[in-house]
């Protein structure tokens, strides 16, 4: 039977190949550094999302594809808020006052950190995939759809907030 430590010690190391910089939350200075890296790389991805779906929908506007632009002027404003929130608190040194986090802390925050990660590698697969859809009913389910993904990132970044000012 593999510890909890052992059977985690592969995710830690996808997020430092994913995230150039990534230390994870050993010591305080990691940690500060660690923080700022994950959130400027969510920050970039969100923003190549934001990008790909622009063009998308100006290919729909053009197509005459959708009658209901709502699904996009919401997902937008989500997308632009989210990423404004990862700016900054990316920018915040503060970020992390404890002097060091529980090691139990730290495996919590990086398991929230990797599961942030695959949410948004979701959404801009998502995304990307846009191009597939044909009909207008089939593109606004998939609009919904992105919606959910953009508040279940957000949700995950408040718990992961959260966790980090409790300890």
Sequence with gaps: MTSIAQRYEPRDHDLAR???????????????HTEQR?????????RQVEIN????EHRCYQ??????????????????????????????????????????RAMQLEQQDQHLVEQVTILSDEVESLDELDGEFEIDEMLNHLYDLLDG?????????????ND
Excluded: C, W
């Design 53 to 56: 779906l622009s063009q998308f």
């Design 18 to 32: 994913t995230i150039q910089g990534y230390e994870g939350y050993e010591s305080a200075d990691q940690s500060v």
């Design 38 to 46: 994950l959130k400027s790389y969510l920050a970039d991805q969100l």
């Design 153 to 165: 990132i957000n949700q995950t970044l408040s718990e992961r907030e959260f966790l980090m000012m």
């Design 63 to 104: 197509q005459r594809k959708l009658s209901n632009l709502n699904s996009f002027n919401r997902i937008s404003l989500s997308l632009k808020m989210l990423i404004q929130s990862l700016q900054e608190a990316a920018s915040n040194h503060q970020a992390i006052s404890a002097p060091a986090l529980h090691p139990s």
